[in-house]
């Protein structure tokens, strides 16, 4: 039977140095920093799912975000971690998986998700949202960027009515956006970013 670095994303983590992989682009998120720099989001409890090897977290608890950042991959987080020690920054790290979120309920007051939701299988979407909801306090701020259609047809490839269908019970999408990014590889890949606060009045599994 295969270890578990021998598949998944610690067989990818494990076997490629971050620089080498097309998601890992060494710098935050363009969307990310304007989103604090304009101060649309502020300070605060902070999740940030898959996070990878942390530039996204690091950035975000330079900002003075007090951040928990969470990844499958524990070669992922051990270069995460290896980044928050450069950058002096406090961060907690944990490996765990997105649709077991060990977290109390309405814990964080900001959800980051880059390339974290069009990993979940189809069967597993409302899990994940539902699980996003219960961890963000009323009125919490969830911001999703996500592969669009524009990238070709996969089961993955998100249309705008997709995201509002699948969201729009749980969270106040305030807008959603197309955008274009050169990444890593030097190809350019197509996505939507949402952004959205936790509804207060929704009935789901998770909140009875």
């Not at 814990?107 to 699980?131: L, M, S, W």
């Not at 070709?152 to 509002?164: I, M, S, T, Y």
């Not at 274009?180 to 909140?207: C, P, W």
Request: proline share 4%; charged share 30%; aromatic share 14%.
């Amino acid at each position: 039977m295969p270890s578990r670095h021998e598949t998944g994303w610690d067989r990818i983590y494990h076997r490629y140095r971050p620089e080498c992989l097309p998601w890992e682009i060494g710098k935050p998120r363009r969307v990310l920093a304007e989103l604090v720099d304009s101060g649309r989001v502020e300070p605060g409890k902070t999740l940030d799912l898959c996070c990878g090897a942390g530039t996204n977290p690091v950035y975000l608890a330079k900002k003075g975000f007090n951040v928990t950042a969470l990844d499958i991959s524990d070669k992922a987080v051990e270069y995460a971690k290896e980044k928050a020690h450069k950058a002096e920054v406090d961060i907690n790290f944990l490996v765990g998986d997105f649709l077991s979120l060990p977290f109390k309920s309405e814990e964080f007051d900001f959800a980051f998700d880059f390339g974290c939701f069009h990993h979940v299988e189809v069967k597993d979407r409302t899990n994940f949202i539902e699980g996003l909801y219960r961890v963000l306090k009323p009125r919490g701020i969830y911001f999703l960027v996500c592969f669009s259609y524009m990238n070709g047809p996969a089961w993955n490839h998100f249309r705008r009515e997709q995201l509002v269908e699948l969201f729009g019970g749980y969270f106040e999408i305030e807008w959603i956006r197309h955008v274009s990014s050169l990444e890593g590889d030097r190809v350019t890949r197509y996505f939507y970013e949402a952004l959205m606060k936790r509804s207060i009045n929704v009935k789901s599994s998770t909140t009875k």
